[in-house]
């Protein structure tokens, strides 16, 4: 039998800083991330609005390649945490924004300076052994999702205590909740510089980086894209197919679960804080034991049996007239979750060798199939423009009905449940 202390051996390190690392930025972006629609509601947008908000998360694309090239060739560790320091200072567009405008500016500029994710991502593989990476992966996400499941209960809470959403409450309350993203985030950067370790050598006969090289940079990075897809087993290819049609019908759907919550079902944004709290939860007690499956029965079979029941909770939802159907639809949609997350980046780490890692990440991300009740916010080079117009038709879609959303995403979940039975599979033999 395998002891506590041998399980958890690859919880130190780099792993260990990243995983805090990511406890901390959970806490302070799900106070606000699920309440984000109604903010812009507040602001005097509408439907239509929140979803050509969402839509600019594509910013997040135009740099993707470059973090991801320059993880590889020069190092990971200054980029992630320089890029950190400037992705908190941008929240403050959301804390002091008088209209949902100043918001799309938010939203277009936090994207765009993401571009250190890739890197981040490659970090994490580089720093757990292959044959730990499925309760690996569930660990790093278990503990951040520690925090997140608390956080939109107390973001519910601080709704309600300013006046819920009549009488610019949530407005106020909002604005403390991105006042607490920046302060964490800088935190957060400063942790990273510090504690966290290289894994890679730069390439020494690549020139600097500075203004003047930044043009054959950005063209040497968009070429690695081209690059990198040639190189690709067919299986990464059908992953990406899986990726791209997810981050659309997730992205059409995803900006207006709390608004259909809200406006259809009749729940306030507490009941909505709760329930996140309660789907939490279950999602963290399964988190570990089913990172450990992956180790044991394989990453494919767990990502298929979650991918089977992804589309019967987005049903339950959109069929759901109470608090308590609700509490069933996300809590199955949570089980969902916290399994397919593990099994896609297992599969994704164990085919990718490591001096291809962050050119890869940047163009595949590291979340699989993962159905958010949110904004999506990208992940890979090929999934922004994707996501970004699904979250545009999506308003434009809720408009037509507030359900056509949730049904064409149930649809959309079943296929991708057929094309991974088909063709996704996993490598003989993992990659270090």
Same mark, same amino acid.
């Given at each position: ?65 470059v ?24 929240h403050?567009?959301?804390?002091f ?15 765009f300076?993401?571009?250190?994710t890739?890197?981040m991502?490659a ?46 409450g ?10 607490? *993203?920046? $302060?964490?985030? !800088? &935190? %957060?950067?400063?942790?990273?510089l510090?504690?966290?370790?290289? +894994?890679?050598?730069?390439d =020494?006969?690549?020139p ?50 709390i ?34 499956l ?33 509490? *069933?639809? $996300?809590?199955? !949609? &949570? %089980? ?9 980046? +297992?599969?994704?780490?164990? =085919? ?48 037509m ?32």
């Amino acid at each position: 039998m395998v002891s506590a202390k041998g399980f958890f051996s690859f919880f130190h390190g780099n792993v260990l800083v990243l995983t805090v690392c990511r406890a901390l930025w959970s806490f302070s972006t799900s106070i606000s991330g699920p309440y984000l629609s109604l903010y812009i509601l507040a602001l005097g947008g509408t439907p239509v609005e929140v979803g050509w908000v969402n839509s600019l998360i594509i910013a997040g694309m135009f740099l993707y390649p470059v973090g991801g090239y320059i993880g590889d060739l020069k190092g990971r560790v200054k980029l992630v945490a320089i890029c950190t320091y400037f992705y908190a200072v941008s929240h403050a567009l959301y804390i002091f924004a008088q209209n949902w405008q100043t918001i799309a500016i938010g939203m277009f500029l936090t994207q765009f300076l993401l571009f250190y994710t890739p890197a981040m991502n490659a970090l994490m593989a580089d720093s757990l052994p292959p044959s730990v990476r499925g309760r690996g992966f569930a660990t790093t996400m278990a503990l951040p999702n520690a925090v997140r499941i608390v956080a939109p209960y107390i973001g519910g809470l601080l709704i309600a205590y300013f006046g819920g959403r009549e009488g610019g409450g949530l407005v106020t309350a909002m604005r403390i909740a991105y006042a607490i *993203a920046l $302060l964490e985030g !800088l &935190s %957060v950067a400063t942790i990273r510089l510090k504690f966290l370790k290289e +894994t890679v050598r730069g390439d =020494t006969s690549e020139p600097g980086i500075s203004i003047r090289s930044f043009p054959s940079l950005l063209k040497k990075s968009y070429v690695s894209v081209l690059e990198s897809l040639r190189w690709m087993p067919s299986s990464l290819h059908f992953i990406i197919v899986l990726e791209i049609l997810e981050s659309f019908f997730v992205s059409l759907a995803g900006p207006f679960w709390i608004v259909y919550a809200t406006e259809v079902i009749g729940l306030s944004p507490l009941d909505w804080g709760t329930l996140m709290l309660i789907s939490g939860i279950c999602g963290l007690t399964l988190s570990i034991p089913l990172g450990y499956l992956v180790d044991k029965f394989g990453a494919r079979r767990v990502m298929l049996l979650s991918l089977s029941l992804a589309p019967i909770s987005v049903f339950l939802f959109y069929l759901s007239s109470s608090f308590l159907v609700v509490a *069933a639809a $996300l809590i199955l !949609l &949570s %089980v969902v979750n916290t399994s397919v997350a593990p099994s896609f980046s +297992t599969i994704v780490a164990n =085919t990718i060798p490591k001096e291809r890692r962050g050119r890869s990440y940047a163009l595949l991300g590291d979340r699989g199939v993962n159905i958010t009740t949110g904004g999506y916010f990208g992940g890979g080079f090929l999934l922004f423009l994707p996501a970004a117009v699904g979250a545009f038709i999506g308003g434009l879609v809720y408009e037509m009905g507030a359900g056509l959303p949730f049904i064409i995403l149930m649809i959309a979940l079943v296929m991708c449940f057929f094309i991974a039975f088909r063709f996704v599979r996993e490598p003989e033999k993992a990659a270090i």
